[in-house]
């Protein structure tokens, strides 16, 4: 009896699940912020309501816990899966915790995928990162080339620590395309550790001992803004350029004083787009996710899987006094 | 005493200037005016809370929260200059030393009332008032933009030559001169470090000495608070993180008696110049940075060398009293082992 009552049940539910997938007229995505209220996300948000919009049919669901918790995450999951969404995009706040949750919602047909913070490899099918090491260390190189007349002459790199993990990684990616950029000349790199006044000094010393630097590389945001702080304390502005990574809130003032021309991260905006359009993808069918394979992500162009389903989107989107202070505002 | 005292400031001296000399060798433009001013300028807010520190330690005591008061001071003060900019920065700059002032006598208190060591102390305060910074904050930072010009420049005015903060630097070296050596409060700063005993018995009270060091040691740093996030234009939780050993390092270098009641200005802001000409040179001499780090300890040690053979009569004793106590049971192991 028992046996019969749970088959019963187990049925109407299959059934009502299967009808609720039948009559989906919309896609409805659900988009996971670390949490909610932070600017960043607010802007991911943004992005993926612009990909709805041109996808048409397509309901973005916007939601995240209010703290960056792992608990508040798989409740919200769980309110996804209850609300029959068809995609879930998560930016996660741990990699692992959330992976029961996200496999639940994917035994019962839901294309999981996370972007900015990654899900572990059986929590999700497609991971997308914002960009990708060898994209970063390009990207430095270009900014440098771009402040320099011609794209020739010397720069230098000021970096956090020595032992950090992804600065060594950005810098060995940058001195391996090196050849790609003719008369780019990498004079030195120096270490600020992060640390504001560390880095001021070593910002101040390059100035001193290597005066053929024209541009200083920094892939850290104390360490650009430090050194954008010593290029306009010594009055170098227009001599001596700063660009690398930072976000927009923070190296506003640095371009506006014009010690930095340009600068680069990853756009929130266009991740939000990317992740809901490879989120609609994977619930059309179009694509499977599978490494190798590329998926359409409508105006960023086609997006190419790699290794372990992660996903590089593209070049880190170049900021300047044009769209700086639009961007400031969201993050 | 005050002959051997004027001899060794006179050899740190010397030790910079053989410093100074040997960078320059390395690094040509090391030694110009200009060079050295700007060493100078930099090094003002560790003179600054050299002092502070000193007149902390001459009480026997240490203040390990200044960095951390320097975080949340100057935390809070830029987020005020980010919400209301019509403020005036006379304001805000009483504000630092006023909120600065409270953090330190939250210390002062802990010590002097509660009776617990400043050591104790001043690592957990260190701890909860960079969290403070972090609670205050939310951990978002406060940018260049958002500050107001005259909060950024004013530190970098240039008068007659050098710039404002070089000027405060000064000033406060010339008031502490003034307290350390010229008011009942200064003295009683070495009495109470040098005996706290006889200090007792000479009508001062050296709970309260201790509470008054540790306010002027929070204003101090309260006020580096403001003059640090002005220079580097930015304020999130992590500034000056580890900058209370230097402080203390600046105070040992400049023969301050870690056990009280012996010491100069003239020694923390020589001991406080060292760190910084140490500091400036290692970016300009071109060597790999792995090594820069071991360097500068080595020459830090060798400076306290200097220091600890001054202090030779006092150090053996207490020395000699603990290897004796500590060689027993080790001598015992030994023979065990045997």
């Known amino acids: 009896m028992k046996m019969l009552a749970k088959l019963a049940v187990g049925t109407a539910l299959g059934l009502a699940l299967l009808s609720g997938a039948a009559s989906a007229q919309t896609v409805k995505i659900g988009l996971v912020a670390k949490s909610l209220g932070n600017g960043f996300f607010e802007a991911a948000n943004k992005g993926a309501q612009e990909a709805a919009k041109e996808l048409g049919g397509v309901e973005v669901i916007y939601t995240g816990p209010t703290s960056t918790t792992a608990e508040g995450q798989i409740e919200v999951i769980n309110a996804l899966i209850a609300q029959r969404v068809d995609a879930i995009a998560i930016s996660a706040n741990d990699p692992d915790a959330v992976v029961p949750a996200l496999k639940r919602a994917a035994q019962r047909g839901i294309k999981v995928i996370s972007w900015d913070s990654a899900v572990g490899k059986d929590g999700r099918i497609v991971h997308l990162n914002p960009s990708s090491n060898e994209l970063i260390g390009n990207m430095c190189l270009k900014l440098a080339a771009s402040h320099l007349p011609d794209g020739k002459g010397d720069f230098a790199i000021l970096s956090a620590t020595s032992t950090s993990t992804n600065q060594n990684t950005w810098i060995a990616e940058m001195k391996k395309l090196l050849p790609k950029y003719p008369g780019l000349n990498l004079v030195t790199t120096v270490y600020g550790d992060d640390l504001a006044d560390k880095s001021y000094r070593e910002a101040q010393g390059l100035l001193k001992s290597h005066p053929n630097v024209k541009v200083i590389v920094a892939p850290t945001t104390v360490g650009v803004l430090a050194a954008s702080q010593v290029v306009k304390d010594a009055g170098k502005i227009g001599q001596v350029y700063v660009t690398g990574l930072g976000l927009p809130s923070e190296m506003a003032g640095a371009v506006h004083s014009g010690a930095t021309k340009e600068f680069a991260i990853w756009n929130p905006i266009d991740l939000g787009y990317s992740a809901t359009q490879i989120a609609y993808r994977l619930v059309k069918k179009e694509t499977e996710g599978k490494p190798g394979s590329e998926i359409n992500a409508g105006r960023m162009g086609k997006i190419k899987i790699g290794d372990n389903g992660e996903a590089a989107m593209a070049d880190p989107f170049v900021y300047d006094k044009k769209n700086v202070d639009e961007f400031a505002k969201i993050f | ?338």
């Open chain 2, 1 to 338: 005493m005050s002959r051997l005292l004027k001899h060794r400031e006179l050899l740190l001296v010397a030790i910079i200037v053989a410093l100074v000399a040997a960078f320059a060798y390395r690094a040509p433009g090391f030694a110009s005016p200009e060079s050295l001013a700007n060493i100078f300028n930099d090094t003002s807010i560790l003179i600054i809370l050299a002092l502070g520190q000193m007149a902390v330690v001459l009480t026997r005591s240490i203040d390990l929260s200044v960095a951390a008061n320097l975080s949340f001071t100057g935390m809070a003060i830029a987020m005020i200059n980010a919400a209301f900019p019509e403020i005036p920065l006379a304001i805000l700059i009483a504000a630092a030393l006023g909120i600065g002032a409270m953090l330190g006598a939250i210390n002062g208190l802990l010590v002097w009332k509660v009776n617990i060591p400043p050591i104790v102390v001043t690592l957990g305060t260190l701890t909860i008032y960079r969290g403070m910074a972090f609670v205050l904050s939310g951990g978002t930072w406060v940018n260049q933009n958002q500050m107001t010009p005259d909060f950024l420049n004013a530190p970098r005015l240039p008068v007659l030559g050098l710039p404002l903060l070089s000027w405060t630097a000064i000033l406060v070296v010339v008031v502490m001169v003034v307290l350390f050596t010229r008011t009942v409060f200064g003295r009683a700063l070495y009495a109470s470090g040098g005996n706290p005993t006889a200090a007792l018995y000479a009508g001062i009270d050296v709970g309260r000495t201790r509470f008054f060091a540790f306010v002027l040691s929070g204003a101090l740093a309260g006020l580096c608070g403001y003059l640090w996030v002005s220079r580097y234009a930015v304020a999130y939780v992590d500034i000056a993180v580890g900058f209370e050993l230097d402080t203390v390092a600046a105070c040992v270098i400049g023969g301050i008696s870690t056990l009280g009641g012996i010491g100069t200005i003239a020694g923390a802001v020589l001991g406080s110049l060292f760190l910084g000409v140490i500091k400036n040179a290692l970016p300009v001499i071109d060597i790999s940075p792995f090594w820069q780090m071991a360097i500068s300890g080595l020459v830090i040690i060798i400076a306290v060398t200097f220091n600890a053979r001054q202090e030779r009569r006092k150090g053996r004793m207490i020395l000699r009293d603990a290897a004796k106590s500590r060689a027993r049971p080790s001598e015992l192991a030994e023979g065990a082992a045997a």
